[in-house]
Structures are given as C-alpha cells and as structure tokens.
C-alpha cells in the first residue's frame, strides 16, 4: 500500500509541477489592463482620465444650484440653477470628443481626450494610466461696451495632462497639471495665463456607489493682484451607478462646470457658506 501512494505521488508531483510552470508562463506573456479606475468621465468638475469607448455616445446633464448662503428667501440657492449639457462621443478606443453649451457666460466649449498610456501589469507592466486633454471654450454673452470685441478675443483654452492610477479595487488617484489661457479678462490686473495643479480621488463604497473628492490648486498670481476675489475649487460628492447611468451628486464652491471657469474663476468661499449643491448625469448610448 505504501508503495502504491509513493508511486501515485511521483506520477501525480510533475503534472502539477509542469500545470503551475504553465501558468506562470501564460502570465508572463499576457498584459492586463487595468480599468474603471474611475466610474465616468468626470470625477466631479474636472476630467478623468476614463474616455467612452469606440462608437459610445455620452449624454451628460449637469446641474449646480446657487450659493448655500443666498438664504431661505432662494431656498438656500435651490431656487437658482446653473446648467451645462454635453454630447461626448468616443471616435476610437484611444480618442474621444466632445462639444457642450453652459448657462454660465452662455459658454460653448469642445475638447478631445487622447488616452497616452493604459495601466496594466503582466508582460507589460505600466504603474499608471495616461491621457491628455485640449478643450477651447467660447464666451457668448452680448458686449455692451464701445470698443469692439472680436471673436478670438472670446476663446479661452485649456491643455491637461491626466495622470491616474487605480491602487486596488476601491482606490483610485489622479493628478491634473493643468494650463489655462484667456484671450479676454476682466482687467489688466487679470492675467491671461494660469496654471493649476488638480488632485481627485475616488474610494469604492459599495459595488454602486463610491466617495470622490477634488481639488485645484491655482498658481500664483495672489488675489492682491486681481479685480475679483477667487478660490481654490473643492468638491466632495458621490457616484452611483444605475446600469446605463451615472449619477452623481456633490457639493462644490464652484459655480462653472468647465476648466476655464473652475480654474480661477471660482469666487465661492467653503468657511463663508459659498458652496453649491450640484449633480451630474450620465447616459451612454452604444450607437455601433
């Protein structure tokens, strides 16, 4: 009988051996890629470093009510409302657009995402995901003043570099060095360029919901050398998902939902009550 399991245990020991080299074998030469590092394109107010896929178009609502310390006579800002809609489309796995229209400066904006690097491991292994953001924004509002404005002078420009990475399955991180450029200010003591350093994250809550966060660090120039008090933005809100949805719902000092106008021009103070309830919605629709 003992014979007959130590003959059982060398026939069976190489085939589990030679099954367990298979499989580190097969690791080594496959890649993969990391994905949802975040649950839409947004994580708030800003980029993620997500993109729709080829042939999937996004529909996205966005929605900030006015300030919270506008009192009980605005219902404490719900009686004002500050909207952008967006149609944002993936072109390929790689590349995607996107065009919008916002109440606030009447602003037409359009942007391309392009993904640079995937985070993924195995054979090729790369620590974090890569994209890069161009967007272009114009300003409708009438000009009632006598000189003449031109149209550039109403565009205003932003390039992004989004730099995420997904640590395990409920946290992720992104930083945002960001670029801003303004044909048009209010004054001369305004500058035209700014630059800004983002950061969000987003904690996994349940397998539907998750916590997120973000922040812009604006560059100097100090406010002592501008015509309007700004702000840093801060956002805290969070996603839900429902299937073809994503909603999700926040509190922000921010009252513009596009770079231009979150980036240095937020003029809400968090100590002061100048926050904004706010939502996003997002609805995908696979045309192909």
Do not use: C
């Not at 966005?62 to 009686?79: T, V």
């Not at 993936?90 to 606030?104: D, E, F, K, L, S």
């Not at 303004?182 to 916590?211: C, H, M, Q, Y």
């Amino acid at each position: 009988m003992r014979l007959l399991i130590f003959l059982v245990f060398i026939m069976v020991t190489p085939l589990i051996i030679g099954q367990d080299i298979d499989q580190l074998l097969e690791e080594a030469t496959e890649t993969d890629y990391i994905t949802a590092t975040f649950k839409s394109t947004r994580i708030i107010n800003g980029h993620s470093i997500e993109r729709m896929p080829e042939g999937q178009l996004d529909f996205r609502i966005s929605h900030r009510f006015g300030q919270l310390n506008s009192g009980a006579y605005n219902l404490w800002g719900l009686d004002q409302a500050n909207i952008h809609l967006s149609l944002e489309y993936g072109i390929t796995n790689w590349v995607m657009a996107g065009i919008g229209r916002g109440t606030y400066e009447k602003t037409f904006d359009g942007f391309l995402k392009f993904s640079i690097l995937r985070q993924s491991k195995g054979k090729r292994n790369i620590p974090v995901a890569v994209s890069y953001l161009a967007s272009a924004a114009l300003n409708s509002l009438k000009w009632d003043k006598a000189e003449d404005l031109y149209f550039w002078d109403r565009i205003s420009y932003v390039h992004q570099l989004l730099i995420g990475r997904k640590f395990n399955e409920r946290f992720s991180l992104e930083i945002n060095p960001t670029f801003v450029h303004r044909n048009l200010v209010a004054t001369e003591l305004d500058p035209n360029d700014l630059f800004s350093l983002g950061a969000g994250a987003r904690l996994k809550l349940t397998k539907r919901i998750s916590f997120n966060i973000e922040y812009y660090y604006v560059i100097p120039p100090r406010n002592d050398y501008q015509s309007t008090v700004t702000y840093n933005p801060l956002s805290v809100g969070f996603d839900i998902e429902t299937g073809g949805h994503v909603f999700q719902i926040h509190i922000t000092n921010s009252l513009a939902m596009i770079e231009k106008g979150f980036i240095g021009e937020t003029t809400g103070e968090w100590l002061d009550g100048g926050i904004h309830i706010g939502f996003n919605i997002s609805r995908v629709f696979a045309l192909y």
